[in-house]
């Protein structure tokens, strides 16, 4: 079956530590996506990746980073910049930007 | 910049009425258009989407939604609710290739909490 995969769907970390949420799509999408959802703020762009080797900032990429080494894989890490990780995080694919996305199951992460 | 507006944080129906969820977007040339329903602690799954042609487009679960350039809209409708489509609902535009600049992203509204009362 193609789809998005997440992994893990909850996340435990202590603060300070660095965490990597894993995003892995099989639909050959070019482009790909990582959103913050925190309750009643909708959905908040983090970064986005066009093609491999090449990512964007979305509007809050602060505290985070991303990689695209691989067209399935996008990779985000929540850095200890962070001030406020605690969120459902979203992966999402495309065949190109603009167009609809497909979104993975999510990713919460709490951390204490 | 393109924007979207969705006025209602809340609606509340009875099963078995009918459902409109508003939704207001600016942007300079034709957008395209989605509604996405995203059930909670899960992801969201696209339930139609409009790029050009007939303004009335048929989604999936029964949805269908108008696009209407004059007045900025794209509001979402369903004859009939059902319990099931308890869920949150999210409109989002994106630029159409022909209307100019890419910004690269969709840009999703905040969305609208359907509770269905039995």
């Known amino acids: 079956d193609g789809g998005i995969t997440q992994s893990p769907k909850y996340l435990f970390r202590k603060e300070g530590q660095n965490v990597t949420l894993s995003c892995e799509q099989n639909?050959?999408?070019?482009?790909m996506y990582w959103y913050r959802q925190d309750p009643g703020q909708g959905l908040r762009l983090i970064y986005y990746?066009?093609?491999?080797?090449?990512?964007q900032k979305g509007d809050i990429a602060e505290g985070y980073s991303v990689s695209r080494e691989k067209k399935e894989s996008f990779p985000l890490t929540v850095t200890s910049a962070q001030k406020n990780p605690t969120a459902f995080y979203l992966c999402?694919?495309?065949?190109?930007?603009?167009?609809?996305?497909?979104f993975g199951p999510g990713t919460r992460l709490t951390v204490t | 910049a393109q924007s979207v507006t969705q006025p209602d944080i809340h609606i509340t129906v009875s099963e078995g009425a009918s459902l409109e969820l508003r939704c207001n977007y600016s942007?300079?040339?034709?957008?395209?258009l989605f509604w996405y329903v995203q059930s909670p602690g899960q992801g969201l799954q696209l339930l139609l989407k409009?790029?050009?042609?007939?303004?009335l487009v048929q989604g999936i679960k029964g949805f269908e939604a108008e696009f209407k350039r004059s007045q900025s809209s794209f509001n979402l409708r369903k004859p009939s609710v059902h319990w099931s489509d308890a869920a949150e609902y999210f409109c989002?535009?994106?630029?159409?290739?022909?209307?100019?600049?890419?910004?690269?992203?969709?840009?999703f509204g905040q969305g609208t909490i359907l509770t269905v009362h039995p």
């Open positions: 409009y790029f050009s042609g007939d303004t």
């Open positions: 999402a694919s495309s065949i190109d930007l603009d167009v609809e996305q497909y």
């Open positions: 990746s066009q093609i491999v080797n090449d990512f």
């Open positions: 639909l050959n999408h070019d482009a």
């Open positions: 989002a535009v994106g630029a159409s290739v022909a209307g100019g600049t890419s910004y690269g992203k969709l840009t």
């Open positions: 942007y300079g040339a034709t957008p395209y």
